[in-house]
């Protein structure tokens, strides 16, 4: 088992802000610190090491669990048993941002596993037999289905939110390019916030430069697994974070990670962790004072 590795990050906007961020970077069975995490009162959110595909859990100082994509299988399962524990089996918000296998492969399982309360999709989409299943059991279970609509926010508390950023409720009900029509989420919790743009790539990219107005964040799970064609430089520019998270699979065939991305994100400064080199990253917002560790 690879040694567990965990650093204190200190985002470089550290003169406006008093946070920092405890990142642990584990391999997918190297959950030994989750007994510890399990017990805290902060948020952490979760970059579950699903091999090629991608899988995010939040979990909310508050208690609010979301989770966003269930990866190309079923071992988001695995994953979430060993950090929701043994009694806590409900999850209150399931996004998939788009209908690629990759992201939604682990969706029935976690059906089965866990009560959803509510579950928000895209109206883009494609012929996914998968998704038209997942829908078929949605309704089956009665579980209430929300449309991906820009602007819409989640408060969870005074200081919590979750909001989406895009595609809106006109959203082609038929795409050929479902990445570029990705739900794309933020979540805010006190100082820290995180982005979560799915698979999208340099042309819905542009759509969230153009509309949205505030996409400053701290964090952002790289758009596409880190594909030449996402993480634009204007992208980054306007998103600015502190830390990019790439999940990928090791030695995946489609080569992502890709040079020119990386090259692209270590131009601004940031600091990256990857799933294929790491395993799960894990994210534990921690306000204090920078000079002071609890």
Not at 41 to 66: A, N, P
Not at 185 to 201: H, I, N, R, T, Y
Request: hydrophobic fraction near 40%; glycine fraction near 6%.
């Amino acid at each position: 088992l690879r040694t567990l590795l965990s650093c204190m990050f200190i985002s470089k906007k550290q003169q406006q802000k008093i946070f920092s961020l405890l990142i642990v970077s584990l391999l997918t069975f190297g959950y030994s610190l989750f007994d510890q995490a399990r017990a805290s009162s902060q948020t952490q959110v979760f970059v579950f090491d699903v091999g090629q595909g991608l899988s995010q859990f939040i979990k909310t100082k508050e208690g609010v669990d979301i989770l966003i994509d269930t990866g190309p299988n079923n071992d988001v399962v695995t994953h979430l048993r060993r950090v929701m524990g043994m009694w806590d089996k409900s999850i209150d918000i399931l996004v998939l941002t788009h209908a690629h296998f990759d992201h939604i492969g682990g969706t029935l399982e976690v059906l089965k596993e866990f009560e959803v309360g509510r579950v928000i999709v895209t109206q883009a989409k494609n012929d996914s037999l998968v998704m038209q299943y997942i829908l078929d059991e949605l309704a089956l279970r009665a579980i209430p289905i929300e449309y991906a609509d820009q602007y819409k926010k989640y408060e969870i508390d005074n200081d919590t939110s979750y909001e989406l950023l895009f595609p809106t409720l006109q959203a082609p009900t038929v795409v050929e390019n479902p990445n570029n029509w990705s739900v794309i989420s933020k979540f805010v919790d006190e100082d820290f916030s995180m982005l979560f743009p799915g698979d999208a790539e340099i042309e819905e990219e542009g759509f969230l430069v153009q509309q949205v107005q505030d996409l400053d964040v701290d964090v952002v799970v790289a758009p596409h697994h880190g594909s030449k064609t996402s993480s634009t430089e204007e992208f980054l520019k306007a998103t600015t974070p502190d830390l990019i998270i790439i999940s990928s699979g090791k030695n995946n065939e489609y080569g992502h990670p890709h040079k020119q991305a990386l090259e692209r994100m270590k131009a601004i400064g940031a600091v990256i962790k990857r799933t294929d080199e790491e395993g799960t990253v894990i994210i534990q917002t921690k306000l204090q004072s920078l000079n002071t560790k609890r």
